[in-house]
């Protein structure tokens, strides 16, 4: 079973985002705050990562950084959950190391599309 990481500090889309994957058969670890999602990955190991981009105590760019600097995680897909738009965010999380970019809201079967297209 594939491991999918979600990090969105909103509980609602984390619940949301866990719900969807887990009914499509992966396995789901949640996270509300960058750092933790951060400790988390230094130790364990994850197929597929789910982020938000803004967020109040470090955004999504920041992450992907810091996630691509942890050796474990250089080559994980990264998709961007966003309610963001604007063609230069897009291009600024591609460049950080973003894999892909979903816009909400979303329907579940549209995540779980783009889920499945980055993992094969």
């Known amino acids: 079973m594939k491991k999918i990481l979600s990090l969105d500090d909103s509980m609602t889309m984390v619940q949301t985002v866990k719900l969807a994957l887990t009914k499509a058969g992966y396995e789901v670890v949640t ?3 960058g750092q ?4 988390y990955l230094q130790g364990n190991k994850v197929d597929l990562v789910v982020t938000d981009l803004h967020m109040p105590a470090m955004d999504g760019i920041t992450f992907i950084k810091k996630l691509r600097s942890l050796p474990n995680c250089r080559f994980t897909p990264i998709i961007i959950l966003t ?3 604007q063609v230069k965010k897009k291009e600024e999380a591609r460049q950080a190391g973003a894999t892909a970019w979903v816009t909400k809201p979303f329907a579940p079967a549209q995540l779980v599309s783009v889920v499945q297209k980055v993992l094969r």
Request: no cysteine; glycine share 0%; net charge negative.
């Open 36 to 39: 933790k999602a951060l400790n």
């Open 31 to 33: 996270f509300t705050e």
């Open 83 to 85: 309610t963001e738009t």
